[in-house]
């Protein structure tokens, strides 16, 4: 049981270049998450899936995609990247027992924009 | 919008005291108030949640309260380690009319156990 992965944990992009930072699980969540996290701004929501097919924008997704073709995968695209956009992301999934919405968190991908 | 604010950004604390960490929110409470630890370079590690109708909830040497007329909720560890020493994190469930919508997380306090 590997919980959250989320590849690469590190990528430096030149301004304009697009990519796509990984993310899968293997608890059959139906709720997963993308947040990026920045000295003194804390982590904030981009983008979030309440299941398979259905995602929906968070507090800071310009400039980012996401789809949902499967429960177990929610990949985040930056479609051309800027410096704006280095920080550390990190997705998460939740599962809705009882309400509770507990996350679970992968190892981050540390993003470089120059 | 729902805005979190943690008590402040470090907090230095003796081996063995109570290390006690402020969370305080604005707006709706929220159904669920939840804690999280992170460690440098790692993501999040969940460590407890409590109910908007639960005053207290305990798990070994971590206590939490909520308030919610204050709009409060406080992180209590008891007999602290230098092990404990790491960043802290509120967040808040935020419901909508079309369900959950996602944890609004606060900045965190970075709490440093002094041996």
């Known amino acids: 049981n590997a919980g959250v992965t989320q590849t690469p944990k590190f990528q430096v992009l030149k301004t304009g270049q697009s990519m796509t930072l990984q993310c899968a699980q293997d608890?059959?969540?139906?709720?997963m998450s993308w947040y990026r996290q920045d000295p003194g701004m804390g982590l904030r929501l981009i983008h979030y899936?309440?299941?398979?097919?259905?995602?929906d924008q968070g507090e800071v997704p310009n400039g980012y995609n996401v789809s949902r073709s499967t429960t177990e995968d929610f990949p985040l695209r930056l479609l051309s990247a800027a410096p704006s956009q280095t920080s550390v992301y990190f997705c998460?999934?939740?599962?809705?027992?009882?309400?509770?919405?507990?996350?679970?968190f992968g190892q981050g991908t540390r993003l470089t924009v120059v | 919008s729902q805005k979190i604010e943690q008590n402040s950004e470090a907090l230095n604390i003796q081996e063995g005291k109570t290390a006690t960490l402020t969370c305080n929110y604005t707006?709706?409470?929220?159904?669920?108030l939840q804690w999280y630890r992170q460690d440098p370079g790692r993501g999040p590690v969940f460590l407890l949640l409590?109910?908007?109708?639960?005053k207290e909830k305990r798990k070994e040497r971590l206590k939490v309260t909520f308030d919610t007329t204050l709009k409060q909720s406080l992180f209590h560890i008891t007999a602290s380690q230098p092990a404990d020493s790491a960043t802290y994190l509120c967040?808040?469930?935020?419901?909508?009319?079309?369900?959950?919508?996602?944890?609004?997380f606060g900045k965190g306090t970075h709490l440093i156990i002094q041996p």
């Open positions: 998460a999934s939740s599962y809705s027992g009882q309400g509770a919405w507990e996350a679970f």
């Open positions: 608890m059959n969540h139906e709720y």
């Open positions: 899936s309440v299941g398979a097919g259905i995602t």
């Open positions: 707006n709706y409470s929220p159904a669920y």
């Open positions: 409590i109910r908007e109708n639960e």
């Open positions: 967040a808040l469930l935020m419901y909508s009319g079309g369900g959950a919508d996602g944890l609004t």
